[in-house]
Each structure stands twice: as structure tokens, then as C-alpha cells.
């Protein structure tokens, strides 16, 4: 069956400018995870969603991130007003229930912000 | 805070060695244990998954270990290849934090 997929697999954007990144889980799966890594680091945290709801967003940097999964099943990852340290990889991924449930991760999207 | 560590941060073997690669964390009230690889430019790849109530998993060519007591976890590669090149990583609890990993080089 189909995995994760992740939209755009690279965004190139300006300083400033706002982006959405799109993910979409595994069908069936009910939590779904984004991280951000970037070059040489394993990846970090950003926030954790169960159904439609952010069980938590401990992970997001600060108020310029916001996650939204409005169905229950595709998210997507905004960032407004966007910085070069913003710059990573982003990750997705989703679990069939909880946090005890092994992890597919999508392949990334790739985020420069020039 | 949960940290993990990754132990060595890189390590380059000939073909057809076994090789334990380490991972240790500072808070032992975790929910789970996973091994990822990772190759270059790509997501993630789940190798083993295991539960806190677990010591050991294995498939195929790998089998991790979980000692939750001392906090560390090993991944033992038998017999090398050089498809095995990559950066395994692995990451604990329910939200995942990870390991800064450990790049594999397997030379032929």
C-alpha cells in the first residue's frame, strides 16, 4: 500500500515569504507527526497530532509555525513570514494510533529560505 | 529532558564485518525504542521497533537490543554489505527523539 507522501519534495522561498507544506499519512493511521531535521542532526520535534486535534506542539519553535489537520487525515505545515534558519528538511510522518505505535515516516520536503 | 546519544558518530568497516552500533539515553521511561536508516537526501526507513516491555527484536541481518535499566540500546549489523551504507539512527518515547545518528560506510 501506499506510504507517506510529502508535497512539495523541495520549496524554495524568500526571506519572509509565508509557505504550507502538505503530508499524507498512511490510510487508516490516526497520529501523525511532523519533524524538522536539519543538515547533520537527527531530526526534531515539532508537533504531534491524534484525529484532527495537536495532542502537542511543544516542538514548534515559536508562533510563526502553525500545523492544521482539519479531516483527520492530510495536515498541513505553515510557516509565516519565513527566516534562513528555517532552512531543513521537514519531515512527516504517522502511526497507526498513539505514540506506542511504530512510526512511517515521508521522504521530506526540503525548505530553503533564501 | 530526554537526551540520546549516538556512539560513534561514524564508522567505516570492510564488507562482511559484523558491527554493533550504540545508542544510549538519559531518561529510561520510554515507551518504545525505534532503529531508522537513513539515506542520503531521503526519509526516513524504519529498521526494529522495540516496546519498553522488550529486550531484544530482530529481522533478517539486524537484531536490537534494549537494556532500559542502563539506558542503551545496540543494533548489531551481521555480515556487512555495502547496500548497508547509510545513517542509522534511533530515537525513543512516543514523540521521538532522536540520536544525532551514525554514519555507516561499508567498503566493498
Known amino acids: 500500500g501506499a506510504g507517506v507522501s510529502q508535497t512539495p519534495s523541495n520549496k524554495v522561498t524568500e526571506k519572509g515569504k509565508y509557505v504550507e507544506l502538505r503530508c499524507d499519512p498512511i490510510s487508516g493511521h490516526t497520529a501523525l507527526y511532523w519533524y524538522r531535521q536539519s543538515l547533520g542532526q537527527g531530526p526534531e520535534f515539532l508537533i504531534y497530532f491524534q484525529g484532527t486535534g495537536a495532542a502537542d506542539d511543544s516542538g514548534l519553535p515559536n508562533d510563526r509555525f502553525f500545523a492544521v489537520r482539519p479531516e483527520g487525515s492530510v495536515s498541513t505545515l505553515k510557516i509565516q513570514r519565513t527566516e534562513r534558519g528555517d532552512s531543513a528538511v521537514y519531515l512527516c510522518?504517522?502511526?497507526?494510533?498513539?505514540?506506542?505505535?511504530?512510526?512511517?515516516f515521508g521522504p521530506g520536503t526540503r525548505l530553503t529560505v533564501l | 529532558k530526554q537526551e540520546v546519544t549516538q556512539i560513534p558518530a561514524a564508522l567505516s568497516v570492510p564488507e562482511g564485518e559484523n558491527l554493533v552500533l550504540n545508542c544510549s539515553f538519559t531518561d529510561s521511561a520510554i515507551y518504545n525504542l525505534q532503529w531508522f536508516r537513513q539515506d542520503p537526501g531521503k526519509g526516513l526507513t524504519s529498521l526494529l521497533l522495540i516496546q519498553s516491555s522488550q529486550r531484544e527484536q530482530t529481522s533478517g541481518r539486524l537484531n536490537a537490543s534494549l537494556d532500559k535499566s542502563s539506558g542503551r540500546s545496540t543494533l548489531y549489523i551481521a555480515a556487512s554489505q555495502p547496500g548497508d551504507s547509510a545513517t542509522y539512527l534511533c530515537?525513543?518515547?512516543?514523540?521521538?527523539?532522536f540520536g544525532q545518528g551514525t554514519e555507516l560506510s561499508v567498503k566493498p
Open positions: 530515537a525513543v518515547r512516543g514523540k521521538l527523539i
Open positions: 510522518a504517522s502511526s497507526l494510533t498513539g505514540r506506542g505505535n511504530e512510526q512511517f
